[in-house]
């Protein structure tokens, strides 16, 4: 199965709260990133955790991380049209690839007026 | 500092046609890759590339040739153009880090390439 999943849509109205899932399958990450992708442009980092956190809170952003479940989800509190974009989970193996980073395939966030 | 920076932001080639897209950081960082990103499929490794020097293949490296003759260059080369090259090629550069390391990737803007 694929590394990293993510579902491809979420809608939701605005100023409603958003929550991106994603699974991963490397118990030995070290780091899980949320990179925001937003349109014709390339991705930016927009959060991350590292392994040995729960959660972790960045102003209307709130990671958590279930290591047991190999589950990570991004929370967007009080959802703006500015936050439609594509956003990717990305975990980081401790061995691997250029910057070991294996992505997801990214979900659409849409925000409905 | 500039970044990451990626030319051409578009691209139209014919079938059979060769180009390189380039890719330059002014970071040093010792990590560079290369993704393409298609809809649907999320970003697929092509080359990546650890130091000046040492290249390797990622996940999707057909048709493409990397080189590193400096830390700050990585150039994506496709030597004959082929229509299911057609995508959003992107270039992230990072620090190396070790275990317990954030390594944030830095992504360039991306080149689109259409083959037609």
């Known amino acids: 199965g694929e590394d990293v999943e993510q579902s491809l849509f979420l809608s939701v109205r605005e100023g409603d709260s958003s929550v991106i899932n994603c699974t991963y399958t490397d118990s030995s990450s070290t780091y899980l990133y949320w990179y925001k992708q937003e349109p014709g442009a390339g991705l930016q980092l927009l959060t991350y955790?590292?392994?040995?956190?729960d959660m972790k809170q960045d102003q209307r952003l709130t990671v958590l991380l279930n290591k047991k479940d190999k589950h990570l989800s991004l929370r967007i509190a009080d959802t703006q049209t500015g936050d439609s974009a594509i956003y990717f989970c990305a975990e980081k193996k401790s061995g691997g690839g250029a910057d070991g980073l294996t992505f997801g395939k990214g979900t659409h966030l849409i925000i409905q007026p | 500092n500039a970044g990451v920076t990626q030319t051409p932001k578009f691209q139209v080639l014919k079938t059979g046609q060769s180009m390189t897209l380039q890719c330059a950081q002014d970071m040093n960082h010792e990590y560079m890759s290369w993704y393409r990103q298609d809809p649907g499929m999320g970003l697929r490794l092509i080359h990546y590339s650890v130091g000046a020097g040492i290249t390797d293949q990622g996940e999707v490296p057909n048709g493409y040739n990397v080189s590193r003759s400096t830390t700050e260059d990585f150039p994506l080369r496709l030597l004959s153009a082929a229509p299911s090259q057609t995508s959003v090629y992107f270039c992230?550069?990072?620090?190396?880090?070790?275990?317990?390391?954030?390594?944030?990737?830095?992504f360039g803007q991306g080149t689109r390439l259409t083959v037609v």
């Open positions: 992230a550069s990072s620090y190396v880090g070790g275990y317990g390391q954030n390594t944030e990737a830095f």
């Open positions: 955790i590292f392994s040995n956190m």
